[in-house]
Nanobody, 120 residues
């Protein structure tokens, strides 16, 4: 069984920084693409940042230059470093990962989300 666990959400002042982590637990034979999404109240879930198995990254225009997605390979973890946070960055942040577990091939898994609050 595979579980994705996000952590690192907190209350921070505008201009501050947070680092979110997405850790995969269980029988992990491989991790392909990993994405970070966010959803603010009353809004649709949106893709914030993505990293491929090969290490290529992609960002939403609203976070380019401020957020960085990267793999912490030794721990089956993908982090999201968020700098210069703005009130509009406040949301529940979710990670999604393509994971190969025993006998199942690659499939998508979602974490439970972590709350980011940015005060102005």
């Amino acid at each position: 069984q595979v579980q994705l666990v996000e952590s690192g959400g907190d209350l921070v002042q505008a201009g501050g920084s947070l680092r979110l982590s997405c850790a995969a637990h269980g029988t992990i034979l491989g991790i392909a693409d990993v994405d970070w999404y966010r959803q603010a109240p009353g809004k649709q879930r949106e893709l914030v940042a993505a990293i491929t198995r090969g290490g290529s990254t992609n960002y939403a225009d609203s976070v380019k230059g401020r957020f960085t997605i990267f793999r912490v390979n030794t721990n089956n973890t993908v982090d999201l470093q968020m700098n210069s946070l703005k009130p509009e960055d406040a949301a529940v942040y979710y990670c999604k990962a393509e994971i190969w577990s025993t006998g199942l091939g690659y499939r998508d898994y979602w974490g439970q989300g972590t709350q980011v609050t940015v005060s102005s």
